[in-house]
């Protein structure tokens, strides 16, 4: 398999990079939800947000490189089987799980650093509190940070569901694509 993008497969950093965040953000999603449960008692009460908060601060930099290697790489033409409106409705999806993903990425650290602190990442370097000075920034960087988590998630489930029904509807290579697959 290739590193790059090819005209009519997905390259191995896509791939790794397309999967590896899907998986990121599903486990970011599912331990955000377990650590509010927390009480002040836990013993993870804060481990879990400190882990939560590396980790977000990890997949931005991963994110930029994304969005860097798109440019390095081009992903795939659509297939000649998707309509114009198909085509659309990709471009503008993928659009928005990526604005999506920078904004919860963006509310986080707001949440993260209102308080004037930065966000240390693992004992591998601080990100610097730069913007504090919003009124109730942490209750409302926490509210977006919430309400967009939830959209991405459900967003990206619909994601899941048009590549499943272009494999096993259309029977079409979009799907196969993202797994290295060349389309035929």
Excluded: C
């Amino acid at each position: 398999m290739q590193w790059r993008n090819t005209s009519n497969r997905f390259g191995l950093v896509s791939i790794v990079l397309h999967w590896g965040v899907a998986l990121v953000v599903f486990g970011l999603f599912g331990l955000g939800l377990w650590m509010v449960g927390l009480d002040y008692y836990s013993g993870w009460y804060k481990t879990a947000p400190d882990i939560h908060k590396g980790i977000g601060i990890l997949l931005f930099l991963v994110m930029l490189a994304r969005v860097g290697w798109r440019f390095v790489s081009p992903p795939p033409p659509a297939l000649p089987n998707h309509d114009r409106l198909t085509r659309l409705g990709s471009k503008l999806g993928h659009l928005a799980l990526y604005l999506g993903l920078f904004a919860i990425m963006v509310s986080g650290y707001l949440i993260s650093t209102a308080d004037g602190r930065g966000i240390a990442v693992f004992g591998l370097f601080e990100v610097p509190a730069t913007l504090t000075s919003i009124p109730d920034q942490e209750d409302v960087a926490g509210a977006i940070h919430e309400y967009l988590a939830w959209g991405l998630v459900i967003f990206a489930g619909i994601h899941a569901l048009a590549a499943l029904k272009h494999h096993f509807i259309d029977r079409d290579a979009t799907l196969t694509r993202m797994f290295g697959r060349a389309a035929k």
